[in-house]
């Protein structure tokens, strides 16, 4: 058992901008994270990151309100508009700061950061390093971590939260590297574990992104908040489903199916490729199963007439990942792609402090919902999201840590955290030893099938149920789950055992949301219901886990300036 | 900069094994330094895939045959650097390595070593402490002393190209595990942190320019590398060390010559954060 005043889980932006927050307030930090903080998803994000600078000769005029329109309409009016309006306000004193913390962002020729268009906005307003952007972004805030001196515990993984009586008093976390269990102590909690992309067939996400973070709030009674709404990129290579930036179509760059037709003048004539990801996802699923994509289905995202130049020097790394998984060089040929699972719109039910229901619990970044994004996020605001609410989300644990004075005493502390760590240990060590018939792996592929064929794009009543019957048999037979190697140290079959677990839950909340919301909005699309409703359903879904599944609440939408209308592009 | 001859991509089509391939063996590297006196190497063999990735077959050896195989991953598509291992010979990022490849390299099995010169937590997971406390060293943050404009400090577009070879680091340490120097002077800080050293120096807005030679500028510094060169090709993203770290030597001269405080400053001079 061991203490700090603030702890952090999760070393991507979200959390490590928490740390560094929490620090400079003057609190003691520590930082628990799955793995060494670079290799953190944040460095996987490429195209760039939103605000309203105005260095583009296009968008002089650009400021933070019209940033936020875009975000509320991108949103399909879901998104919390004072949030988004915190959201793109904070925007350009965060990359100013960011820019001020030494990231290398690509430039203008007057010196200044680079801006492009991205999907849904009105302005070239997505700033951006190269096709790098995540990495220069996380490497900076690695950085400013190591200035501070800033504790990082690598490789280590939580297994549960310690709360009582709607108060957190720290976690239960797994040092991979020993194998041991420990209680870690604070005295609030911040949670940057990103999502939980890994939980769908043909993701675009890092291995690790499995929703740990969402299943082990969930687990200890803190609802999750939209969790229908599941982002698929319009562009995922075709074979692996890595990321080829929005930035590509920023660039200029077309989609074209197998006639060689520029389609997305069917479904967005005035956006055409840079309509929101939502929108252009469906479209080019829409061509490939009405038989006009090419076989394996699959369309083209094609870039040769951008030229040599333009596309070393500003899509260098997406050029080296399609050439290296599929001897395609952007240069000269098309790209194969199509859609894959991208972002969870939905997580941790927060306020824009990151503020939970429980006492001392905070969360930012992918793993929380705010919300900004609503029912769709704009490519270029989650990399925003991560540093604008991180940061709110140390501060306001330091505020908490400060201002707390429910005296709580030592000895409490201890039980709760002792009692934690006894149901936690009963927990892991059960799945250490399970010695039953069901294959772990074969249930993870399963899991991520099912939800990408029933709970997808293209969504209708008869196959959700079927996918939730499926996840709730999944949770059934994961109680018989044999496990290959009991060694403690470095154990990955325990590791992603543990994690199955929590993605079985998370994929359960998914579903009970999907199947409720009898409307379609933004990513959510129904077959059998393909009109927005904003008469029953202009509303958060909350889901609290209970013993027979996610129940399932609702809360209104804050409007502030935009009363929903059609959505148009 | 890679090659942009169509020919040569195309014919590799990179995810195509040569015809009639169908299965692959593996020989990976295991060892426990708590219960095997020495390592070993396990042999399996496993069904070959199109697009097969070196650390998609690791997966497939935990998933079906042995769950105790150890080995760190997390983006799968090169850039979080998590995956760099001593693959067939070369140091490789196990995610980015297409099986074909190797075999249409004249590899008839897939070697799978763990970054070598550092010391094995398991199998394919090494130590790395030692690497990051090299890259701490060397205060690896830009370091200011004018106030902050209002807005971004201006770089023109040809001030920025200095640095982009080197802000592609994923910092996976396979020039660290590569460079002789690193394996035999035990106290040199290795080839990352000498070429992150030179992306500070290199970048117009950073201040602390004599200070951070000062760090350097020693038996555990530049002068240590022996332009071997096996850190330009150990490096999974075309980084070219070698060339940072003289870099580094002749600003170095340069600012002896000018008898510069600035060197003698220590690295607290950079600490000195918020």
Redesign the interface.
Known sequence: MFYHEILVVGGGLAGLRAAIEAHDAGCEVGVLSRVHPVRSHSVAAQGGINAALGNHPDARDDNPERHAFDTVKGSDYLADQDAVEILTGEAPARIYEMEHWGCPFSRTEEGRIAQRPFGGAGYPRCCYAADKTGHALLHTMFEQTLRRGIKVYEEWQVVSLAVADGRCYGVVALDLKTGRLEAVGARAVVFGTGGAGRIYARSTNNIINTGSGMAVAYMAGVPLKDMEFIQFHPTSLFGNNVLMTEGARGEGGHLLNALGERFMEKYAPKAMELAPRDIVARAIQTEIDEGRGFPGGYVHLDLTHLGAERILERLPAIRDIAINFTGVDPIHEPIPIQPGQHYFMGGIDTDADGATEVAGFFAAGECACVSVHGANRLGGNSLLETIVFGRRAGAAAARFVKDEADGVGGEKVEKVLAAAMAEATRRVTWVLEADGPEDPAALRDELRENMFTNIGLFREEGAMKAGLDKVRELRERFRRIGIRHRGRRYNLDWARNLELEGMILVAEAIAAGALARRESRGSHFRTDYRERDDRDFLKHTIARLTEDGPELEYRPVTITKWEPKARTY | ??T?E?TR??E?????APVGVERVVLKVYRF?P?TDERGRLDTFEIPYVD?MTVLDALFTV???I?????????????????CAMFINGSYRLAC?T?VARLLREGHREVHVMPLPHLPV???L?VD?TRFWECY?AI????V?RSA?P????????E??KL??EY??C??CGSCFSSCPSVWTGKEYLGPTAMMKTFRWLA?T??EAHDERLGLVAHEKGAWRCHTIFNCVEACPKRINPTSAIQGLKGRTVAALLRGAKGLRAGRKAL?D??
């Open positions: 900069m890679a942009t169509k991509v195309s590799e089509r990179a995810g195509r426990d708590e697009g935990l998933e079906k042995d769950g105790s195989l150890a080995f760190r991953f997390s983006c799968r598509e090169g850039i979080c650097g998590a980015e297409q937590i398991r199998d997971v790395m701490e205060a690896p943050w830009i200011t902050d209002e807005k971004e400090r201006p770089q023109s577009p001030e920025r640095i982009d802000v592609g994923i910092l970048d807005r950073d600490a954060g918020p």
